[in-house]
């Protein structure tokens, strides 16, 4: 059985300041792992994906996450928080069976303070 | 402007009651998924097809119904709504599986409450 694991439900930053939103993940075998965020009221965006190729991922926003197969993490990061980067990410695991099914984990709202 | 269209944005039924929500993309993509989303909980997969005529269950199909007849449209059918329905249901769409790794396209969502 796969499985994600967000280990922070709610993460608070002061603006200008980095950010870590932490992902563990459980997979019999090598996954693609995504991170997506949610803005309120709105639908879900893709910020980045890791796929088996570099092991250092660079998004959109800034963001990047690092895969680390020894540690089954894919932490997301950003150096430098910005006001309109409050939102809700989720990290998403892709597995390996042919139909593109997500399973995501549980979401970490990010808030971010002037 | 392309991408995938959900109706309603917003619904309140009563127990019991039925209803059906929409779904339609325009990407041509076979893949598609039906996600409720609840707080703390994440996404849940409802249903999922990989073209017309295909569907599948996925983690929580139970009080759900889907059909896909066209590439277009993947419906998703409530039937006898239960409060543990209340949720914000989302719709989904990406290529073949080579694609969905480029990940999906969603829709804004319908915020469904049952009373």
């Known amino acids: 059985a796969q499985s994600v694991t967000q280990l922070d439900s709610h993460v608070s930053v002061s603006e200008g300041t980095p950010v870590l939103l932490r992902c563990n993940y459980s997979?019999?075998?090598?996954?693609?792992l995504f991170w997506y965020v949610q803005h309120p009221n709105k639908g879900l965006q893709l910020l980045l994906k890791?796929?088996?190729?570099?092991?250092l991922v660079k998004g959109i926003n800034g963001f990047e996450a690092e895969f680390k197969k020894s540690e089954t993490s894919f932490h997301l990061t950003k150096p430098s928080a910005h006001m309109s980067d409050a939102a809700e990410y989720f990290c998403a695991l892709m597995g390996t069976d042919s139909w593109g099914k997500l399973q995501f984990g549980a979401g970490t709202q990010v808030v971010v303070t002037p | 402007n392309a991408g995938v269209t959900q109706t309603p944005k917003f619904r309140i039924l009563k127990i019991g009651q039925s209803m059906t929500l929409q779904c339609t993309q325009d990407m041509n993509h076979n893949y598609m998924y039906w996600y409720r989303q609840d707080p703390g909980m994440g996404l849940k997969l409802i249903y999922y097809?990989?073209?017309?005529?295909?569907?599948d269950k996925g983690e929580v199909p139970n009080g759900y119904n889907v059909s896909r007849s066209t590439t277009e449209d993947f419906p998703l059918r409530l039937e006898l709504a239960a409060p543990s329905q209340t949720s914000v249901y989302f719709c989904?769409?990406?290529?073949?599986?080579?694609?969905?790794?480029?990940?999906?396209?969603f829709g804004s969502g319908t915020r469904l409450t049952v009373v």
């Open positions: 997979s019999s075998y090598s996954p693609s």
């Open positions: 989904a769409s990406s290529g073949d599986r080579g694609r969905a790794l480029y990940g999906y396209t």
């Open positions: 097809s990989v073209g017309a005529g295909i569907t």
């Open positions: 890791y796929t088996s190729a570099a092991t």
